[in-house]
């Protein structure tokens, strides 16, 4: 175990620092300053810049580990952002989703309406084809009343030529019986002269 | 099939099986062809599921009529009709279940059989052919319950009209005849060559192709195809497409009428033809709409070809499945 984790830290230290030229080396480089400068020999002036020389590469370190720190927030933040736009994006997909089903029914509805209103067209072209009700009643009512009025004309002329026959009838009567009582006379004077004449022979 | 068959081969007729999921296919020389629509419409699909799962011979003649019902494929050939199981296709049994032939008056030639629509109130078949009548066959008990007469000449087409319980048919003799379904009456005949908006005589008079909707007759073969008012026996449109229409159906606010001509026509209820789609065929017979699945919801039809058109869109070919 104490291996395979030591085998991990070394391969983290190569991928972050691999050649050495940064912070390792850094600090390395301040180690051995300070070593050095604890044990040197040498003149204060000497010591002074080396004591300077290592507070600037203090400074440097402590530099880059706050800039370390602050790209660590950033990715932080922008890992967060980033979660706060999927679930926006996921959002926006199912309510798309939902749309596209309601304009999809919607669709279905509106061809049925299309296809009653086109029944209706093609309903309405062939009844307009017909004439119109009204107008069919009157011109009925004006032949009805035509036709009474024919009717009661032809009752009239019929009633005309019952009169006019009768009439004749009588007359056509009256002629007969004349005639016949003037025959009747007639004969009746043929036999008084018949009678007279055999009867005066008679004699 | 050599290549001679292949190329004079016709589609006549086509039916979905009740989950949607096959499509079988009868020709002219009496086979039926059984197509896994799931198989050519899934992402994986490859060359061959294009190609039929089963074909067997179903009759001696061709398969003008293909009909399926819950669970079973009915096919007219021949002058007989037999029924298969479709769970028994799928799994390649090709036994009839039943074979039945109705009695004919004359034993000389036996009239094939032409067109057939279930009656779904009382749970019959009904199919007219060659010998001038409309038989209805009763599915529950397997007899035939009656003869309806009256056509001059054979019967090219029949259709039910579910709501008022009527049954139509057109034939050759250019009459549409309604007949009440109880009492088997001829209650109207329409003789559509006699309006002079529908017809056309340099085609004739016949009817080819029939089907309703309850309150609408869509009609047409000789005379052009034209949409009636069943109620008030009157013409409404007249659609102008050339050709004599062999089969149509309504769909949703459209129509959709296949014919002489490469080409399925889809029209207005108005009467005017908004878009002609090509297909392989020079010519078409049938036309299918797939209403039992909701996947797999696509348009079929075939014709003078051993290619069968699929539409998954109704505003293009997709793929074509062959014998």
Same mark, same amino acid.
């Given at each position: ?36 400068? #604890? ?21 440097? #370190? ?40 309601? #304009? ?25 084809? =017909?004439?119109?009700? =009204? ?13 009474? &009025? ?18 004749? =009838? ?5 002629? &007969? ?17 018949? =009678? ?8 | ?13 086509? !039916? ?46 061709? %398969? ?18 037999? +029924?298969?199981?479709? *769970? ?5 049994? %090709? ?34 052919? $060659? ?20 056509? !001059?000449?054979?019967?090219?087409? %029949? ?61 047409? $073969? ?14 409404? *449109? ?26 399925? !026509?889809? +029209?207005?209820? $108005? $009467? ?20 039992? *699945? ?20 109704? !505003? ?8």
């Amino acid at each position: 175990m104490g291996a395979v984790t030591d085998d991990e830290v070394i391969r983290k230290r190569l991928l972050i620092d691999g050649d050495g030229a940064g912070d390792d080396r850094r600090i390395n480089v301040l180690l051995k300053g300070f070593t050095k400068w #604890c044990n040197s020999p040498g003149t204060p002036e000497e010591g002074f810049t080396q004591y300077q020389r290592m507070m600037g590469i203090l400074a440097q #370190c402590e530099f880059s580990m706050g800039k370390t720190l602050m790209v660590y927030d950033m990715n932080l933040r922008e890992m967060e952002n980033y979660e706060k736009i999927y679930t926006n994006i996921e959002q926006n997909i199912t309510s798309a989703h939902d749309k596209i089903a309601e #304009c999809k029914k919607e669709i279905q509805r509106a061809k049925r309406i299309r296809k009653n209103r086109q029944e209706y067209d093609a309903l309405a072209k062939v009844i307009q084809q =017909h004439p119109d009700r =009204h107008e069919t009643l009157k011109q009925l009512e004006a032949l009805d009343k035509e036709l009474q &009025q024919l009717s009661r004309i032809k009752e009239n002329v019929d009633a005309k030529l019952e009169l006019r026959k009768k009439q004749f =009838h009588v007359l056509l009567s009256t002629i &007969q019986e004349l005639q016949q009582t003037l025959e009747n006379d007639d004969k009746s004077d043929n036999d008084e002269n018949s =009678h007279e004449s055999p009867a005066q022979n008679g004699e | 099939m050599g290549p001679v068959e292949l190329l004079h081969m016709s589609v006549f007729s086509q !039916s979905f099986s009740p989950c949607g999921r096959f499509l079988a296919a009868g020709n002219n020389y009496g086979e039926i062809a059984v197509f896994s629509l799931s198989a050519a419409l899934s992402p994986d699909a490859t060359a061959l599921s294009q190609k039929p799962v089963l074909t067997f011979t179903a009759h001696e003649g061709p %398969v003008f009529s293909l009909l399926s019902t819950d669970c079973h494929l009915l096919s007219a050939g021949n002058g007989e009709i037999s +029924c298969w199981s479709w *769970s028994e296709l799928i799994k390649k049994n %090709v036994k009839p279940l039943w074979t039945k032939r109705p009695n004919y008056k004359s034993s000389l030639e036996i009239p094939e059989i032409n067109s057939m629509a279930i009656n779904s109130r009382d749970n019959s078949l009904v199919f007219g052919g $060659g010998d001038n009548n409309v038989h209805v066959l009763d599915l529950e008990h397997g007899v035939f319950k009656s003869v309806l007469q009256g056509h !001059s000449d054979y019967v090219h087409c %029949v259709s039910v009209r579910d709501r008022e319980a009527e049954i139509l048919s057109g034939g050759e003799d250019g009459a549409v005849r309604v007949w009440d379904s109880r009492t088997g009456q001829c209650v109207h005949c329409i003789e559509v060559h006699k309006y002079e908006s529908c017809a056309r005589p340099q085609y004739g008079k016949w009817i080819s192709c029939l089907t309703t909707d309850s309150d609408w007759m869509l009609c047409g $073969g000789g005379p052009s195809l034209s949409l009636w008012h069943l109620r008030s026996l009157s013409p409404t *449109s007249v659609f102008p497409l050339t050709g004599c229409q062999r089969q149509t159906t309504f769909y949703q606010d459209m129509i959709l009428a296949v014919g002489e001509g490469p080409a399925v !026509s889809h +029209c207005l209820l $108005g $009467g005017e033809v908004k878009a002609q789609i090509p297909c392989t065929p020079q010519s078409l017979n049938t036309l299918q709409l797939n209403t039992n *699945s909701t996947e797999h919801r696509v348009l079929t039809v075939g014709g003078s070809s051993d290619h069968i058109d699929v539409f998954t869109n109704l !505003s293009y070919r997709t793929f074509s499945f062959s014998f």
